[in-house]
């Protein structure tokens, strides 16, 4: 993995702290009403096993206290999908190059929704490097 995104996944990752109950539901449903584009796309988002490994640390480490905010809720099925949610956008990220628009924004489009900063679809190092659309 490049340091450019390494320094995306940061970006999104940094932003996590400030998210409420209520951003991790609207992330959810807009991850779910794009359910059917994200599992057409789930095999380009995938890493190997070592970028992947250092991701999945990452974005747990990150989510830690999220977690544990949601969990004081009484909504435990979203503490136990934060991380996933996560973790999916956070490979999309990654992937970008692979994706089309439509699919990077399934994966994406409910952080930006909340108000995240997240990398456009072709924005930096993904525009160098082509990718399929």
Do not use: H
Not at 48 to 71: I, N, Y
């Amino acid at each position: 993995m490049n340091n450019s995104m390494v320094a995306d996944v940061d970006g999104l990752l940094d932003q996590l702290p400030g998210m409420t109950e209520a951003d991790f539901q609207l992330v959810r449903e807009a991850q779910r009403s794009a359910l059917q584009v994200i599992i057409t796309a789930d095999n380009l988002v995938k890493l190997g096993a070592a970028d992947f490994s250092w991701l999945d640390k990452r974005v747990r480490a990150a989510t830690g206290p999220c977690v544990a905010m949601l969990s004081e809720a009484s909504n435990t099925p979203l503490a136990a999908g934060a991380v996933f949610m996560v973790l999916r956008a956070a490979q999309a990220i990654v992937r970008r190059d692979r994706l089309s628009e439509e699919q990077y924004e399934a994966f994406v489009g409910g952080f930006r929704k909340v108000g995240f900063d997240i990398p456009g679809w072709r924005d930096g190092w993904a525009a160098s490097v082509g990718g399929n659309q």
